[in-house]
């Protein structure tokens, strides 16, 4: 049975018992056709873009969604994130040490305000609970790098009470 497709006019063969006809597609010589006609526009890839065609989209302004505008945006404050351990994060685009989506940890930024400068990328902020999220300054310790920031977890910790001496050995904390 030869038709003619309602999208490019052209000629084509259809069995009566097509799997198209169920869909109603039986009007067009091909999937493509009936993506057209349904969308209303043509349908293209990238690479069928001919010389001359404009994207749908060019010269349209579109929302900006980042930020305070985006309707997800919960203050600049981020918790539990994947791979952050639990520290909060706070959006701060121009701190000179802020990720790549702007966001600076908070127990730094603290320790920076009590500090009146930057903190060095080596300086290592320790919270003394051991709860990331308790960003408050009387739970917050400063050490000039990591290395110090180890040799304080050897020698003592807070939930075992226990101290070691400068031989190793372990002893009960008091006070």
């Not at 980042?66 to 600049?76: L, P, V």
């Amino acid at each position: 049975m030869s038709k003619e497709c309602k999208t490019c006019k052209n000629t084509f063969e259809k069995d009566i018992n097509c799997s198209l006809k169920n869909w109603g597609l039986s009007k067009f010589c091909s999937r493509k056709c009936a993506s057209i006609s349904f969308i209303g526009k043509r349908f293209s890839t990238k690479s069928e873009f001919q010389k001359g065609q404009v994207s749908f989209n060019k010269d349209k302004k579109l929302p900006k969604t980042s930020g305070e505008k985006h309707g997800m945006w919960k203050g600049g404050r981020l918790s539990n994130r994947g791979g952050t351990k639990g520290y909060v994060e706070v959006h701060a685009p121009t701190h000179p040490h802020a990720n790549s989506i702007g966001y600076v940890r908070e127990h730094r930024l603290v320790m920076e305000k009590s500090l009146g400068r930057f903190l060095e990328t080596h300086e290592v902020v320790h919270h003394i609970n051991e709860d990331m999220s308790d960003n408050h300054l009387e739970n917050l310790m400063l050490f000039s790098n990591n290395g110090e920031h180890t040799k304080y977890h050897s020698h003592y910790s807070p939930f075992t009470g226990r101290e070691s001496d400068s031989r190793g050995i372990t002893k009960r904390h008091h006070g």
